[in-house]
């Protein structure tokens, strides 16, 4: 079982910065990453990380947003840069070891015009 812990959502005007955190309760997880879900549309596959420091990204948030990861912390950081108004969602931090995927509780992401 692995429980996640998210932080650092709030309000940004556009074109602003914003980092979340998500702390897992056990070390060395297969991959982690970041999800978001806007009102009315279906949860996005934002990044991912591999416990190797693999990454992936959506090519909405390419060039944008870098996913990170301190493993000695058992952490991952999503720093979202260039924030636009149609980035405004719930984002959620995953987690995906041994055939099992977690989720965090969800941390909302406003970006005003």
């Known amino acids: 079982q692995v429980q996640l812990v998210e932080s650092g959502g709030g309000l940004v005007q556009a074109g602003g910065s914003l980092r979340l955190s998500c702390v897992a309760s056990?070390?060395?997880?297969?991959?982690m990453g970041w999800y978001r879900q806007a009102p009315g549309k279906q949860r996005e596959l934002l990044a991912t990380?591999?416990?190797?420091?693999?990454?992936t990204y959506a090519d909405s948030v390419k060039g944008r947003f870098t996913i990170s990861r301190d493993n000695a912390k058992n952490t991952v950081y999503l720093q979202m840069n260039s924030l636009k108004p149609e980035d405004t969602a719930v984002y959620y931090c995953?987690?995906?070891?041994?055939?099992?995927?977690?989720w965090g509780q969800g941390t909302q992401v406003t970006v005003s015009s």
């Open positions: 056990r070390s060395a997880i297969n991959v």
């Open positions: 990380s591999t416990y190797t420091d693999s990454t």
């Open positions: 995953y987690a995906f070891n041994w055939g099992t995927t977690y």
